[in-house]
């Protein structure tokens, strides 16, 4: 989950630091005046368990600027490797414990920079998928240190997206690859409301980063080298071999990169090749459950700033019985009489449009009857255009090159999770449609429509998120045919 962070730690002093045990071990000289308790001038460095702790003169104000760096994930393994799982559990333990030992407020913990991700373990080799990765929307992806077997990487404005060989940097004689995350500019998380230590202890905002990993991998061209074009025409062979190259990606438009990622899909499907991004999506996804569910208990973190004075408790802690509650929930149930159970039997309809109760309706009455209310034709005439108005933004979605983002519910009633996908790619079955909770039509960039003078996203819930998924996947296969 979570690997490298750069924090600037406030809420304490430096004589905190320069005074800690582990630190004075581990890099930091004690220098302080012995009579005023003046610390002196210069930068202090000191290095622990893939941790760095560092004191640097401030130049906006007189005293320092603390930073802590590094692994929390090596640091959990006392600094020797990060390529086991490092679940949400953990994350708290770590976060509690430096506090506990080195005294950082979660809460006063600025966050300047972050990295996360998942490390899979794959039945293929990490090189073939490695090999088969182009560009993220039109930029290429660039070889790590120069050594494309060690992976690769590709830098935004902001983030990076990284996938590598995990077990060959590491030495393991494994197939693992690690899938990441590298924010630079914590504006990329201000949507999920991360920006300090403490955040990476909060359940819901940390279940949203997958977001990100699956929006990287779904702007990710995947062209697999080794796909067998013996059943494509020549034309097609052309195209596939240009799509393989990363300065073609470079010269298209937004539109030409849609309409070549279809032509490339149906190439693929074509040769029948490997489908490494729905492969690494779902594995992806799985993985961060896990991370995210880990049964593991963990202590909650402390957040207050250590006062290190024993506490004692004045008063015992009482707790309400709950036979006694069971019987008072009983007794206050209201008693109805035989006429009072009578009217609330009755089965009342009301109308569809305006609300109001229909009057000697018939069973499957939706809108007020003319009969009774001389105002039903505007019932109907008003429900009608929202439907006509609900279609028409669906066929809008379609024509205007739409990006929907998908809430399903999880049917392992864990947390929900989302699938960001343009409006041309919905084909969902019956099974997902009954557990979609809502589609939210989301701007050019999805990344940045809560940005200030962008509206938000039209949210659609319920019955309208339904039809709408239904006719686009409609739509779409009636494309296919």
């Given at each position: 989950?979570?690997d490298?962070?750069?924090?600037?730690v406030?809420?304490?002093?430096?004589?905190?630091w320069?005074?800690?045990?582990i630190?004075?071990?581990?890099?930091?000289?004690?220098?302080?005046?012995e009579?005023?308790?003046?610390?002196?001038?210069?930068?202090r460095?000191?290095?622990?368990?893939?941790?760095?702790?560092?004191?640097?003169?401030?130049?906006?104000?007189?005293g320092?600027?603390?930073?802590?760096s590094?692994?929390i994930?090596?640091?959990?393994?006392e600094?020797?490797?990060?390529?086991?799982?490092?679940?949400f559990?953990?994350?708290?333990?770590?976060?509690?414990?430096?506090?506990?030992?080195?005294?950082?407020d979660?809460?006063?913990?600025?966050?300047?920079?972050?990295?996360?991700?998942?490390?899979?373990?794959?039945?293929?080799?990490?090189?073939?998928?490695?090999?088969?990765?182009?560009v993220h929307?039109?930029?290429?992806?660039e070889?790590i240190?120069?050594?494309?077997?060690?992976?690769?990487?590709?830098?935004?404005?902001?983030?990076?997206?990284?996938?590598?060989?995990?077990?060959?940097?590491?030495?393991?004689?494994?197939?693992?690859?690690?899938?990441?995350?590298?924010?630079?500019?914590m504006?990329?998380?201000?949507?999920?409301?991360?920006?300090?230590?403490?955040?990476?202890?909060?359940?819901?905002?940390?279940?949203s980063?997958v977001?990100?990993?699956?929006d990287?991998?779904n702007?990710?061209?995947?062209?697999?080298?080794?796909?067998?074009?013996?059943?494509l025409?020549?034309?097609?062979?052309?195209?596939?071999?240009?799509?393989?190259?990363?300065?073609?990606?470079?010269?298209?438009?937004?539109k030409?990169?849609?309409?070549?990622?279809?032509?490339?899909?149906r190439?693929?499907?074509?040769?029948?090749?490997?489908?490494?991004?729905?492969?690494?999506?779902?594995?992806?996804?799985?993985?961060?459950?896990?991370?995210?569910?880990?049964?593991?208990?963990?202590?909650?973190?402390?957040?207050?700033?250590?006062?290190?004075?024993?506490?004692?408790?004045q008063?015992?802690?009482?707790?309400?019985s709950?036979?006694?509650?069971?019987?008072?929930?009983?007794k206050?149930?209201?008693?109805?009489s035989?006429?009072e159970k009578?009217?609330?039997?009755v089965f009342?309809?009301?109308?569809?449009?305006?609300?109001?109760e229909?009057?000697?309706?018939?069973?499957?009455?939706?809108?007020?009857?003319?009969?009774?209310?001389?105002e039903?034709?505007?019932?109907?005439n008003?429900?009608?255009?929202k439907?006509?108005?609900?279609?028409?933004?669906?066929?809008?979605?379609?024509?205007?090159?739409?990006?929907?983002?998908v809430?399903?519910?999880?049917?392992?009633?864990?947390e929900?999770?989302?699938?960001?996908?343009?409006?041309s790619?919905?084909?969902v079955?019956?099974?997902?449609?009954?557990?979609?909770?809502?589609?939210?039509?989301?701007?050019?960039?999805p990344?940045?429509?809560n940005?200030p003078?962008v509206?938000?996203?039209?949210?659609?819930?319920?019955v309208?998120?339904?039809?709408?998924?239904?006719?686009?996947?409609?739509?779409?296969?009636?494309?296919?045919?």
């Amino acid at each position: 989950m979570f690997d490298f962070i750069n924090v600037e730690v406030k809420s304490i002093l430096p004589k905190v630091w320069l005074e800690n045990p582990i630190l004075r071990d581990s890099g930091f000289p004690l220098q302080v005046v012995e009579n005023s308790g003046e610390i002196l001038k210069g930068k202090r460095i000191a290095k622990y368990q893939g941790l760095t702790f560092e004191l640097l003169p401030s130049l906006k104000y007189e005293g320092y600027t603390m930073l802590l760096s590094g692994s929390i994930h090596s640091y959990r393994n006392e600094g020797k490797h990060n390529y086991d799982r490092f679940t949400f559990s953990d994350c708290i333990e770590i976060v509690g414990e430096l506090f506990t030992v080195f005294g950082i407020d979660s809460r006063q913990a600025n966050l300047h920079s972050l990295e996360f991700g998942v490390n899979l373990e794959l039945p293929y080799k990490v090189q073939k998928l490695i090999q088969s990765v182009v560009v993220h929307k039109n930029k290429p992806y660039e070889a790590i240190n120069k050594n494309r077997k060690i992976g690769v990487v590709c830098v935004r404005d902001g983030y990076e997206i990284k996938m590598y060989d995990k077990g060959f940097v590491c030495g393991l004689p494994k197939k693992l690859i690690r899938v990441e995350y590298h924010v630079s500019k914590m504006r990329v998380l201000q949507e999920y409301g991360i920006s300090t230590l403490f955040d990476l202890t909060d359940k819901t905002k940390v279940s949203s980063l997958v977001d990100l990993l699956i929006d990287a991998i779904n702007d990710t061209i995947f062209v697999p080298p080794d796909t067998d074009l013996s059943s494509l025409t020549q034309k097609q062979k052309i195209n596939f071999h240009s799509m393989g190259k990363t300065y073609t990606w470079k010269s298209y438009t937004r539109k030409q990169r849609f309409d070549k990622r279809l032509t490339l899909a149906r190439i693929l499907k074509k040769c029948n090749a490997f489908d490494f991004q729905r492969d690494l999506k779902t594995r992806v996804l799985d993985e961060w459950k896990i991370l995210l569910n880990d049964p593991k208990e963990a202590y909650k973190t402390v957040t207050f700033t250590p006062d290190f004075s024993t506490i004692e408790a004045q008063e015992n802690v009482t707790f309400t019985s709950l036979e006694y509650r069971v019987q008072t929930l009983q007794k206050d149930v209201p008693e109805y009489s035989e006429k009072e159970k009578l009217e609330k039997s009755v089965f009342r309809q009301y109308c569809k449009s305006c609300g109001k109760e229909i009057i000697n309706s018939y069973p499957n009455s939706i809108f007020c009857r003319k009969s009774t209310n001389p105002e039903a034709k505007k019932c109907r005439n008003k429900d009608s255009n929202k439907r006509r108005t609900f279609k028409a933004k669906i066929m809008r979605a379609i024509k205007q090159d739409k990006w929907l983002r998908v809430t399903y519910r999880n049917p392992d009633n864990l947390e929900p999770y989302t699938d960001t996908l343009h409006s041309s790619e919905i084909a969902v079955t019956r099974e997902y449609l009954d557990s979609v909770l809502s589609v939210e039509i989301l701007h050019e960039s999805p990344t940045l429509y809560n940005e200030p003078n962008v509206t938000h996203p039209e949210l659609l819930t319920g019955v309208k998120a339904i039809e709408m998924l239904e006719v686009l996947t409609t739509e779409n296969m009636n494309e296919l045919d």
